[in-house]
């Protein structure tokens, strides 16, 4: 079973379009088919970023999605890389997806170092049919 972090703007993207590619990698946390591997942060962020009121979504929506990520997922506690990023918010999601061995699916892709297991949605989903 595969191991997950979801970058906030995949968790963002798949409530806003839920038919789409970042929707179908949300499920499959969902669904029992992949683990989210999360930290404090990760979830401090997903919630603070949810709760913004540009997207409009439910607060009771929110909460109830934070536990089911929460139960379905694993926390860790990541170690430190030495790997620079213009932008440091980013870290964490790197350093989780790094230390517990699973692929980091984000939007931006060029906001992180170029590893095999750091991609795309799009990317994501072509690898569960090979």
């Known amino acids: 079973m595969d191991r997950l972090v979801l970058d906030t703007n995949i968790i963002v993207s798949a409530l806003l379009t839920p038919g789409g590619k970042p929707a ?8 029992g088919n992949a683990v989210l591997c999360h930290d404090a942060e990760i979830i401090t962020e997903y919630q603070e970023v ?5 997207f409009a979504f439910n607060p009771g929506d929110i909460h109830i999605l934070i536990i089911r990520l929460i139960k379905k997922g694993v926390s860790i506690t990541a ?3 030495a790997v620079p990023f213009t932008d ?3 870290r964490k ?23 095999s297991w750091i ?12």
């Open 79 to 81: 170690a430190p890389a």
């Open 24 to 31: 179908r990698v949300l499920d499959q946390v969902l669904s």
């Open 119 to 130: 991609m795309t949605p799009a990317e994501y989903l072509e690898s569960l049919y090979r």
């Open 93 to 115: 999601f790197f350093e989780t997806a790094k230390s517990c061995g699973a692929f980091l699916v984000t939007g931006n892709i060029k906001h992180f170092p170029v590893e």
């Open 88 to 90: 440091e918010s980013d």
């Open 50 to 54: 949810m709760c913004r009121k540009e």
